[in-house]
């Protein structure tokens, strides 16, 4: 059905009435803005009353680097220890090789406990002229592996240096006599050997007149191969360096002498205990 005129314009008017007061029930945006404005004002008040605390931005700003700071700390000395324990895991040394345990007092030990100190501070320093050597070598039981260890756990503990502690019969028994049998894992050992930042091979040619030449071959490319990568090593041993050259022969001693190597002749008896009342 047609609507008048008269129905349309009241429907229209009809209209126009609900959104007068729809719009009249909506908050003004003024009223929002005043609320706000009267929250500050509150605010204000309760400051210069004293119930509110008084920041001073730099304050605040010294306070949040000190924290993130000490955070920072303990986070990098977490860190630390954990290398640390993972470095002496890798190097598989005895406890007992530390400086704590040597007697300073022995004076076959005084002065070469110093050279030890010396190439402990120096270490960094060899790591740019192609590496630094120490020749141990001495009677058994005169302290030679002791030295050693106490050299690698100070450059654990204080410089987190990575080190390799070896006998050399195990490792020709790793290379040679398959006790690694993947060739994979032996490459990865025989990279090991070559790149770790400091190499002690102990007992070298123990109790022989002369390595098997595979052997001596296989020590002299590897000393090469450290020369050559700037990385030191401690070759420890029985033999005095005239019995070590004709143990190793001349292309492996050559490699040793290419390291322009500090020796350390340790004198004397056994320092190790005697077993119940024998007297070694």
């Given at each position: ?61 010294r306070q949040y680097e000190q924290q993130a700071n000490e955070e920072v700390r303990q ?200 077993i119940g009342d024998y007297r070694s």
């Open positions: 059905m047609k609507k008048t005129p008269e129905e349309m314009a009241a429907e229209l008017a009809d209209i126009a009435r609900r959104r007068r007061q729809q719009q009249r029930q909506e908050p003004a945006p003024v009223a929002a803005d005043g609320q706000v404005r009267d929250i500050l004002q509150r605010l204000r008040r309760l400051r210069a009353g004293g119930q509110l605390p008084q920041y001073d931005y730099n304050s605040l700003r986070l990098q000395q977490r860190a630390r220890i954990q290398r640390t324990e993972r470095l002496l895991a890798q190097a598989d040394l005895n406890p007992d090789w530390t400086f704590a345990n040597m007697d300073r007092q022995d004076p076959a030990l005084a002065e070469h406990i110093d050279t030890a100190h010396h190439f402990i501070n120096a270490f960094d320093h060899w790591g740019t002229k192609g590496g630094a050597a120490i020749l141990l070598y001495g009677d058994f039981g005169t302290g030679k592996s002791t030295l050693a260890g106490a050299i690698a756990h100070e450059l654990i503990r204080q410089h987190q240096k990575s080190v390799i502690f070896q006998q050399w019969a195990s490792v020709v028994d790793r290379l040679f006599f398959g006790v690694i049998e993947d060739q994979e894992s032996r490459n990865q050992y025989r990279r090991a050997l070559e790149e770790v930042d400091l190499l002690i091979l102990d007992e070298v040619a123990a109790n022989r007149s002369r390595l098997a030449e595979s052997q001596s071959s296989f020590l002299g490319h590897l000393l090469r191969r450290r020369r050559n990568l700037s990385k030191s090593v401690i070759i420890i041993t029985n033999h005095d360096p005239q019995a070590l050259h004709r143990a190793v022969g001349d292309f492996c001693f050559e490699a040793i002498k290419a390291f322009h190597p500090v020796d350390i002749a340790l004198r004397g008896p056994s320092r190790r205990p005697d």
